[in-house]
């Protein structure tokens, strides 16, 4: 069998070795037909308990849970019950089959299809991937109005060549915990991007993964073997056996070094010239706190509020009222005992579909969307404030704004924040007086007027994502200019090292809390420009922890200068590859005897 590779997006890093086991999407089978008058409500009903049949299977899969499995998994089971309950999917395509006589599976493939498609308009790409989880959730209605199940056979004998590496064209958090009790060594999937619900949890059990890689289902034949990379993105299908040897190599190695990194969890992040730098946590659910307190974080650098929004279809009413919203902070806030929680004000817009009915803006990124968004509807504002306040009273909180640019935003927005607090002191319920307030420094004007920020605001976060995105005038989720993100860019170099030089000679506190806050390919760089907190996925952090205690700051920050100092590709590349040389070799057993 000839041998070939595929890349795509890596998610979850690791190395598996497997044999390939196909999941065909239920959709693919789906029969369109017209249904007699006489028949519609039989056919309603068919699709009611088809709906009524998952909602048992994604209770059933719940409470099966083992104590010890990482709470995300709880979380995305119950927000696929949500969707599901949503009228969005269980009502509308019931309505479809009463005036357009369309079967049941017809109906519902409508529907999704034209959910999916509002997705398609959303910028962020937190969001923008919600609409794998509509997807998921169809799929799996599908499943039960076909009768097609969904299993994976028992892996025969033992050893890596045993285990088994799912191939679909999407594959739901639900399906991975049918999946639990097997051989599991991995996933490649067509669709999907690093913020997908199924990323996360593979991220969060460790799982070796790679998503949009477009057509792995179809080129890949069932029991074929694959070695998945990933750290790379990549699947090799078929391997020859000296290429399959050096991955099993190197994935015997990789485990080793996991073992001694575990060693680090309790371990200060101190450089060896003594900086003591912070490590925080990036989350989207209350239950992120779990692993974030077992990775040895500081605290929560950034809580997406945006997730309490999700599947919200409709109108303003219909967003989570400041109770539900309060539960989730607060329990977010205490189960960190103590460390602080960064809360994100809800960063979503006109380009959302949050409205099935809301027109979408002309070009989304550059519309009514985070901190402008939320200054025009003041009230669901002034909502989500006043239940971060009164979250506050039960333990440290920072209240993180989006996207701001101007004078007039930051101004607003702390004029509502001082609305919010007297209305809770007319309600005699307590917060925090003194609550810190930032801003995401995630637009180039910001970058550079910083000035402003610095004179109104208690902190800064670096959101990485969209000033590199902003600075470079390019979609970094878009295939076709995806090559031009570039973090060494000397435009982007400049605004990262002028706000955190800036910050720091104000005396105020500046945090990343970007992608390149958890690659270890940055941290040095990073270190070297003056930042002291870092803020990443929880899975991220020890890696992170080891290349800052095998970081000597007195030896970095000459070297970064002379990466700000370059200005041709070759030569930033050059400087960098020196900065990564300085004392690289990671001395783990050093730095666990120097914690004791």
Known sequence: MASFTLHGIPVSKGIAIGRAHLLAPAALDVKHYLIPEEQVEAEVLRLKNAIAAVHQELQTIRDDLPKEAPPELGAFIDVHALILSDPMLAEVPLNIIRHRYYNAEWALVTQIDGLSAQFDEIEDPYLRERKADIQQVGDRVLKVLTGTAISLPPAAGEGAAASIIVVAHDISPADM?????????????????????????????????????????????????????????????????????????????????????????????????????????????????????????????????????????????????????????????????????????????????????????????????????????????????????????????????????????????????????????????????????GAMIEIPAAALALPMFIKRLDFLSIGTNDLIQYTLAIDRVDHEVAHLYDPLHPAVLFLLSSVISMARKADIPVAVCGEMAGDVKWTRLLLGMGLLEFSMHPSQLLSVKQEILNSDLTLLEPQVKKVLKASEPSAIEAAMAQLRAINSEPEIKAIASRRR
Not at 226 to 246: F, K, R, T
Not at 249 to 256: H, I, N, P
Request: negative net charge; contains cysteine.
């Open 177 to 437: 915990l049918q999946f639990r009790d097997g051989a599991f060594a991995g996933f490649v999937t067509d669709l999907g991007g690093q913020n997908s619900h199924t990323a996360i949890v593979a991220r969060s059990l460790d799982i070796p993964a790679a998503v949009g890689m477009n057509n792995a289902s179809v080129l890949v034949k069932q029991e074929d073997v694959l070695i998945i990379d990933g750290d790379a993105g990549v699947a090799i299908v078929n391997p020859s056996p000296l290429v399959l040897a050096q991955y099993r190599a190197r994935q015997e190695r990789m485990l080793r070094d996991r073992k001694k990194l575990g060693r680090l969890k309790k371990t200060p992040a101190i450089t060896q010239d003594g900086t003591q730098i912070t490590l925080l946590a990036n989350i989207e659910l209350p239950t992120d706190s779990a692993p974030a307190l077992e990775a040895g974080a500081n605290g929560v650098g950034l809580f997406r509020s945006e997730f309490l929004f999700m599947g919200r279809a409709g109108h303003l009413e219909k967003f989570p009222s400041e109770d539900e919203q309060f539960d989730s902070y607060c329990q977010t806030v205490v189960s960190m005992k103590g460390r602080p929680v960064t809360i994100r004000t809800l960063d979503v817009g006109a380009d959302k579909p949050l409205d099935e009915d809301e027109q979408t803006a002309l070009n989304p990124a550059l519309g009514l969307r985070a901190i402008r968004y939320c200054l025009s509807e003041p009230q669901m504002f002034l909502t989500q404030l006043r239940a971060i306040l009164r979250a506050s009273a039960f333990g440290p909180i920072k209240l993180l704004i989006p996207m701001m640019a101007h004078a007039f935003e930051i101004d607003q927005t702390l004029a509502l924040i001082e609305q919010a607090k007297e209305q809770l002191r007319q309600r005699k319920q307590k917060f925090d007086e003194d609550i810190e307030i």
